[in-house]
């Protein structure tokens, strides 16, 4: 995929020379290694472009993202050298740092709730562990189990296995 872009900042080329381009995704440019007897299902092949879409739309460097902003903010107005074109690149930068820092805060949220989840599925495993402690119909938990090892009591729990 290649891509232009203009501005009063110069033009940059996207393409083949850079670290995301088709090598990276281990395209080739020549169409004679492709395989005529595999056909995928239309479905799939959209798939497959969209994903290599998506994964190459974020392929920015930092500056191309400089000069994006720079762009932008010629855009918008702003000469360079001048106080406002400052403030307009310092807001660009400061409102990505602001979408970054709410990305971060988003997946450390999903992580905890991941964390508190597998907390409260081992702890009913331990509970239901210590419940059939003497039931000859469950095995005894040990090192197999899909559970793991309480630390405090040293014993072995798990889904489907009694603690003794």
């Known amino acids: 995929m290649n891509n232009w872009f203009h501005g009063k900042f110069g033009v940059q080329f996207i393409g083949e020379s850079q670290d995301c381009s088709s090598r990276a995704t281990g395209m080739s440019g020549d169409r004679s290694t492709v395989r ?5 299902p239309t479905v799939a092949k959209l798939g497959i472009a969209a994903a290599c879409v998506l994964g190459l739309a974020a392929c920015v460097t930092p500056q191309e993202r400089h000069a994006l902003d720079q762009n932008q903010c010629y855009a918008f107005g702003f000469e360079p050298g001048t106080d406002g074109f400052a ?11 602001v979408a970054q820092a709410n990305s971060n805060l988003y997946w450390q949220a999903q992580l905890a709730e991941q964390n508190r989840r597998r907390e409260a599925q081992h702890d009913l495993y331990k509970v239901m562990s210590l419940q059939r402690t003497g039931d000859p119909r469950f095995p005894v938990c040990g090192a197999s189990s899909d559970g793991g090892m309480d630390r405090r009591t040293m014993t072995w729990y798990g889904p489907n296995c009694r603690a003794r």
């Not at 005529?36 to 995928?40: E, F, I, P, Q, V």
């Not at 403030?87 to 740092?97: F, I, S, T, W, Y």
Request: glycine share 12%; hydrophobic share 40%.
């Open 36 to 40: 005529r007897g595999s056909a995928l």
């Open 87 to 97: 403030e307009c690149m310092m807001g660009l930068h400061q409102q990505r740092a």
